[in-house]
């Protein structure tokens, strides 16, 4: 299984980001995906999921803080999971990891945010 994220920066209080993670390896189209992130010094944290039910528009939930701020969505033709972010806050700085599992066991190497002015 492989996962790599792109699409991290570094942005102002305010702006937006788009994150990807191209999936392989595994049958992607009946896989849940998750981001999580990191920020330096504390525990990985749950970000948000995408389902599978409903090709069209499969089932999204989002952590209190993602929630009206972030939009997660796939792509099943091309093994695709974004993340748009934004209004992101210095709060949001982090590595964002897109993963099989909510707590992030089987994730990618992450791609960098900074939010900062």
């Known amino acids: 299984v492989q996962l790599v994220e792109s699409g991290g920066g570094s942005v102002q209080p305010g702006g937006s980001l788009m994150l990807s993670c191209a999936v392989s390896?595994?049958?992607?189209?009946?896989?849940?995906m998750h981001w999580v992130r990191q920020a330096p010094g504390k525990d990985l944290e749950w970000v948000a999921v995408?389902?599978?039910?409903?090709?069209?528009?499969?089932?999204?939930r989002y952590s209190d803080f993602a929630q009206g701020r972030f939009t997660i969505s796939r792509d099943n033709d091309k093994n695709m999971v974004y993340l748009q972010m934004s209004n992101l806050k210095p709060e949001d700085t982090a590595r964002y990891y897109c993963?099989?599992?909510?707590?992030?066991?089987?994730r990618g190497q992450g791609t960098q945010v900074t939010v900062s002015s």
């Open positions: 390896g595994l049958p992607f189209r009946r896989v849940r």
């Open positions: 993963a099989r599992d909510a707590a992030g066991i089987n």
């Open positions: 995408v389902g599978t039910e409903g090709s069209d528009s499969p089932y999204t």
